[in-house]
């Protein structure tokens, strides 16, 4: 059954920024991630901020989206605003320096979480999953089983829609049998959710099992081909992009 | 040559396999039925690796005593639920998801993956998320998932009983090509239909399989067909009859043929006539459920698109996956809030609780610490008395055939049996005045459906309305008055049950492809006039 997409889920299409390689994507959002909270002056963000107009127009995302993508951040971002800029010791007022410097908190946050929307909605679970992983590769060093991680990360994502339909379906069990989930104040909605909670674990264990099952009938290990070809000039070029824009941010006074 | 020799295995203390011995050549297909808890799923993952047995060998190829890996990459294994058996979020990286694991090259994993795709008809998906496909669809790609390792044997372990009847039969012609290409495969099955064009048929019984010859001697066997439980099914008990009066059963049921050898509709009323038709009534007494003038859409899907229609007696809500039954369904039971439109019990607008639900899975409806407070929780919600809760608690389960001594214990520690029966008698207990059964029989042996069938015939006489979502139509319209047909979200049809059952035309209307007993009905009456 068809639901409307989570915010940031994956939305099919085919721009510029679909067609990127997602290794690409990963690495030019954590360097935007470096300059975002790296840049030093007003130029600098507005740098960053040109980058990620340029991602939003290049992948048709809303800047709507990006508000909708702040929402649940926004008591913590309004609040650190205000915290800024009120001055409570000595002579209690406004200060002008300290509001600047939670707005400029608010727009390091706003452009992180504009351009992981930007990555996220044009990329496959999977294909992210596996970019993730090629960024994490040098931790293979270190003993990190990156491939696994890989692995879990794809299964976790597929799992969400599934996890969903389930809460769904049993919530509808106990509805009709006359439980009234939403009634009753705090605790006793607390009370009809952990009711949701028991069959839902239940059936998230035997689920797992039965998949790590399946798994090992297809014969997973933990190491796996990387589906990833090598890199196309665009990729290497947004990446450079982004690297340049990133250094820039950091230096720019 | 796929073998086992001499197998037991299980999961608990008692094991369900007691030293089994089969085979599967290359190009064979062999057919294992059986009663629900008789072994053959364990029997069946012994084959492919993914349960150790406790004694006895297993001979691949030759070689005694493979090794985990060299069994899985041999031995496909499809289950009944694709849900268990899809990894990824996307279809192409599903069916990529083996190869990779074998370490196969980049190019060969994606020429494996076209390959496997085209093989199921799912080539135009390939960019399409897991989750917004059909459950038919989705049991396709767990078939393309496996056929991409190239599997020189494939176990399906009751892989169509959650299909519908198109789907199934596409799933037949996909192993039939892969027979033809030398695969070996053992299927496990509960559907009378999966015997045709088998090589062999097993009987489950004590642990052991026993072989039962060709399609044409299992199914003219009286005997065999009461150990597989198959003599409670009225499709296998028509085709029994027409292969005593001459019928030879082919590569698939013909219903044209097996209509000839048939002498009358007693031939499809089952061993003891439990099957036969129900005498027409005008319109059947007790409450109705209606929707009316109900649409739902889930973003821009539309499920229901103005939909008005009446549950009274047993009534059946037919379509192929998609066509909005089980959005329907929800809406008559009160739990989801059509967007336009409302549901209503005797005039009144439907509140969640009056009308019981139940799913095919009884673990989505189990909470309580004990079974005879998950049993009790629906009257004690409803009057507020624990103490006459308990007791409706008690009468329920005794209607249903849960024990006594189950009452104490985890409502999820039982098998899958019990389980259900208690998760049935959950909804009996609160005694509604209608219920909505969602897919109620799919992956039940032919006693537990015949078993199924009684109890809502019971809930019926007993003055209750019931809506039946059901893929299984033919033995579903016996037991039923009416008949309503959905596609797309519309009502396309409605018909007495007894008009429907002879009806194939009104299945086809609907796009669905009609069930073997409906068109030997037909045939039958046909002949006759």
Same mark, same amino acid.
């Given at each position: 059954?068809?639901?409307?997409?989570?915010?940031?889920?994956?939305?099919?299409?085919?721009?510029?920024?679909?067609?990127?390689?997602?290794?690409?994507?990963?690495?030019?959002?954590?360097?935007?991630?470096?300059?975002?909270?790296?840049?030093?002056?007003?130029?600098?963000?507005?740098?960053?901020?040109?980058?990620?107009?340029?991602?939003?127009?290049?992948?048709?995302?809303?800047?709507?989206?990006?508000?909708?993508?702040? /929402?649940?951040?926004?008591?913590?971002?309004?609040?650190?605003?205000?915290?800024?800029?009120?001055?409570?010791?000595?002579?209690?007022?406004?200060?002008?320096?300290?509001?600047?410097?939670?707005?400029?908190?608010?727009? /390091?946050?706003?452009?992180?979480?504009?351009?992981?929307?930007?990555?996220?909605?044009?990329?496959?679970?999977?294909?992210?999953?596996?970019?993730?992983?090629?960024?994490?590769?040098?931790?293979?060093?270190?003993?990190?089983?990156?491939?696994?991680?890989?692995?879990?990360?794809?299964?976790?994502?597929?799992?969400?829609?599934?996890? +969903?339909?389930?809460?769904? /379906?049993?919530?509808?069990?106990?509805?009709?049998?006359?439980?009234?989930?939403?009634?009753?104040?705090?605790?006793?909605?607390?009370?009809?959710?952990?009711?949701?909670?028991?069959?839902?674990?239940?059936?998230?264990?035997?689920?797992?099992?039965?998949?790590?099952?399946? +798994?090992?009938? /297809?014969?997973?290990?933990?190491?796996?081909?990387? +589906?990833?070809?090598?890199?196309?000039?665009?990729?290497?070029?947004?990446?450079?992009?982004?690297?340049?824009?990133?250094?820039?941010?950091?230096?720019?006074? | 040559?796929?073998?086992?020799?001499?197998?037991?295995?299980?999961?608990?203390?008692?094991?369900?396999?007691?030293?089994?011995?089969? #085979?599967?050549?290359?190009?064979?297909?062999?057919?294992?039925?059986?009663?629900?808890?008789?072994?053959?799923?364990?029997?069946?993952?012994?084959?492919?690796?993914?349960?150790?047995?406790?004694?006895?060998?297993?001979?691949?190829?030759?070689?005694?005593?493979?090794?985990?890996?060299?069994?899985?990459?041999?031995?496909?294994?499809?289950?009944?639920?694709?849900?268990?058996?899809?990894?990824?979020?996307?279809?192409?990286?599903?069916?990529?998801?083996?190869?990779?694991?074998?370490?196969?090259?980049?190019?060969?994993?994606?020429?494996?993956?076209?390959?496997?795709?085209? =093989?199921?008809?799912?080539?135009?998906?390939?960019?399409?998320?897991?989750?917004?496909?059909?459950?038919?669809?989705?049991?396709?790609?767990?078939?393309?998932?496996?056929?991409?390792?190239?599997?020189?044997?494939?176990?399906?372990?009751?892989?169509?009983?959650?299909?519908?009847?198109?789907?199934?039969?596409?799933?037949?012609?996909?192993?039939?090509?892969?027979?033809?290409?030398?695969?070996?495969?053992?299927?496990?099955?509960?559907?009378?239909?999966?015997?045709?064009?088998?090589?062999?048929?097993?009987?489950?019984?004590?642990?052991?399989?026993?072989?039962?010859?060709?399609?044409?001697?299992?199914?003219?066997?009286?005997?065999?067909?009461?150990?597989?439980?198959?003599?409670?099914?009225?499709?296998?008990?028509?085709?029994?009859?027409?292969?005593?009066?001459?019928?030879?059963?082919?590569?698939?049921?013909?219903?044209?043929?097996?209509?000839?050898?048939?002498?009358?509709?007693?031939?499809?009323?089952?061993?003891?006539?439990?099957?036969?038709?129900?005498?027409?009534? #005008?319109?059947?007494?007790?409450?109705?459920?209606?929707?009316?003038?109900?649409?739902?859409?889930?973003?821009?899907? *539309?499920?229901?698109?103005?939909?008005?229609?009446?549950?009274?007696?047993?009534?059946?809500?037919?379509?192929?996956?998609?066509?909005?039954?089980?959005?329907?369904?929800?809406?008559?039971?009160?739990?989801?809030?059509?967007?336009?439109?409302?549901?209503?019990?005797?005039?009144?607008?439907?509140?969640?609780?009056?009308?019981?639900?139940?799913?095919?899975?009884?673990?989505?409806?189990?909470?309580?610490?004990?079974?005879?407070?998950?049993?009790?929780?629906?009257?004690?919600?409803?009057?507020?008395? =624990?103490?006459?809760?308990?007791?409706?608690? *008690?009468?329920?389960?005794?209607?249903?055939?849960?024990?006594?001594?189950?009452?104490?214990?985890?409502?999820?520690?039982?098998?899958?049996?019990?389980? *259900?029966?208690?998760?049935?008698?959950?909804?009996?207990?609160?005694?509604?005045?209608?219920?909505?059964?969602?897919?109620?029989?799919?992956?039940?042996?032919?006693?537990?459906?015949?078993?199924?069938?009684?109890?809502?015939?019971?809930?019926?006489?007993?003055?209750?309305?019931?809506?039946?979502?059901?893929?299984?139509?033919?033995?579903?319209?016996?037991?039923?008055?009416?008949?309503?047909?959905?596609?797309?979200?519309?009502?396309?049809?409605?018909?007495?049950?007894?008009?429907?059952?002879?009806?194939?035309?009104?299945?086809?209307?609907?796009?669905?492809?009609?069930?073997?007993?409906?068109?030997?009905?037909?045939?039958?009456?046909?002949?006759?006039?």
């Amino acid at each position: 059954m068809t639901r409307p997409g989570a915010l940031g889920g994956y939305v099919r299409g085919d721009t510029p920024v679909h067609a990127l390689d997602a290794r690409a994507k990963v690495a030019a959002l954590i360097l935007a991630t470096v300059g975002s909270f790296g840049a030093r002056s007003w130029a600098g963000l507005a740098l960053m901020g040109l980058l990620l107009a340029g991602a939003l127009a290049a992948s048709r995302t809303t800047p709507r989206a990006v508000l909708r993508g702040l /929402r649940p951040a926004l008591v913590i971002l309004s609040f650190s605003l205000l915290a800024n800029a009120v001055v409570l010791v000595g002579q209690p007022g406004i200060s002008w320096e300290g509001l600047l410097r939670g707005a400029r908190a608010v727009v /390091r946050i706003a452009l992180v979480v504009g351009l992981a929307l930007v990555v996220s909605s044009t990329t496959t679970p999977p294909a992210l999953a596996e970019g993730l992983a090629a960024v994490m590769a040098p931790l293979r060093v270190v003993g990190v089983p990156v491939g696994g991680v890989s692995t879990a990360l794809s299964v976790a994502l597929r799992s969400i829609p599934l996890t +969903m339909e389930e809460i769904e /379906r049993i919530r509808c069990a106990q509805l009709a049998r006359g439980a009234r989930l939403d009634a009753g104040g705090v605790v006793g909605r607390l009370r009809g959710w952990g009711q949701v909670l028991v069959p839902l674990i239940v059936g998230l264990f035997r689920r797992a099992d039965e998949l790590a099952r399946a +798994m090992s009938d /297809r014969c997973y290990t933990g190491e796996q081909t990387s +589906m990833a070809g090598p890199l196309a000039l665009r990729d290497g070029l947004v990446i450079a992009l982004f690297a340049v824009g990133a250094a820039l941010a950091l230096v720019l006074w | 040559m796929l073998e086992a020799r001499g197998v037991w295995a299980g999961y608990g203390a008692e094991p369900v396999v007691r030293g089994a011995s089969l #085979c599967v050549a290359p190009g064979e297909r062999v057919v294992l039925v059986g009663r629900n808890g008789s072994g053959k799923s364990t029997l069946a993952r012994v084959l492919n690796g993914s349960v150790r047995p406790r004694r006895g060998t297993l001979v691949l190829d030759g070689a005694a005593g493979p090794v985990r890996t060299e069994l899985a990459r041999a031995v496909g294994f499809v289950r009944q639920d694709p849900r268990n058996q899809i990894v990824s979020a996307l279809v192409e990286d599903e069916v990529a998801f083996g190869p990779r694991n074998l370490g196969l090259a980049r190019e060969e994993v994606s020429e494996r993956v076209r390959e496997a795709l085209a =093989a199921t008809g799912l080539s135009s998906l390939g960019g399409r998320m897991t989750s917004e496909l059909s459950g038919g669809q989705q049991q396709l790609l767990a078939v393309a998932g496996v056929l991409a390792m190239r599997p020189r044997y494939l176990v399906l372990d009751e892989a169509g009983s959650q299909l519908d009847e198109a789907t199934r039969a596409r799933l037949a012609d996909i192993v039939d090509a892969l027979l033809a290409r030398g695969v070996g495969v053992l299927e496990v099955a509960h559907a009378p239909e999966a015997v045709f064009g088998a090589t062999r048929v097993l009987v489950m019984s004590e642990g052991t399989p026993v072989c039962a010859g060709a399609p044409r001697d299992f199914l003219g066997s009286e005997e065999l067909l009461v150990r597989s439980g198959l003599s409670d099914d009225a499709l296998a008990w028509a085709v029994h009859e027409g292969v005593r009066s001459g019928y030879v059963p082919g590569r698939r049921l013909d219903a044209g043929a097996l209509a000839e050898h048939l002498s009358g509709e007693a031939d499809l009323e089952g061993r003891d006539g439990f099957f036969a038709p129900r005498a027409v009534a #005008c319109a059947p007494a007790g409450p109705s459920v209606d929707l009316r003038d109900v649409s739902v859409t889930y973003g821009d899907v *539309r499920a229901l698109a103005d939909v008005s229609l009446a549950v009274s007696g047993v009534t059946l809500l037919l379509g192929v996956s998609g066509s909005g039954k089980t959005t329907a369904g929800r809406v008559l039971a009160g739990v989801q809030e059509p967007d336009e439109g409302e549901a209503a019990l005797d005039g009144r607008p439907v509140v969640p609780g009056d009308v019981g639900l139940a799913f095919q899975r009884p673990e989505d409806q189990l909470f309580a610490d004990t079974v005879l407070d998950d049993i009790a929780y629906g009257p004690l919600m409803r009057t507020g008395d =624990a103490e006459r809760a308990h007791e409706a608690a *008690r009468r329920a389960a005794e209607t249903l055939g849960v024990g006594e001594e189950l009452f104490e214990q985890s409502p999820f520690e039982l098998s899958g049996g019990q389980m *259900r029966r208690v998760a049935l008698a959950g909804v009996a207990a609160a005694e509604p005045a209608a219920y909505v059964f969602d897919e109620p029989t799919a992956g039940l042996d032919a006693p537990s459906r015949r078993a199924l069938l009684e109890l809502v015939r019971a809930l019926a006489s007993g003055g209750a309305a019931v809506a039946v979502i059901t893929h299984d139509a033919g033995e579903w319209l016996s037991a039923a008055d009416r008949v309503v047909f959905l596609r797309q979200g519309s009502v396309t049809a409605e018909a007495p049950a007894a008009r429907a059952l002879a009806a194939p035309e009104l299945f086809r209307e609907t796009g669905l492809r009609p069930p073997a007993l409906v068109e030997l009905r037909a045939l039958v009456g046909r002949d006759r006039d």
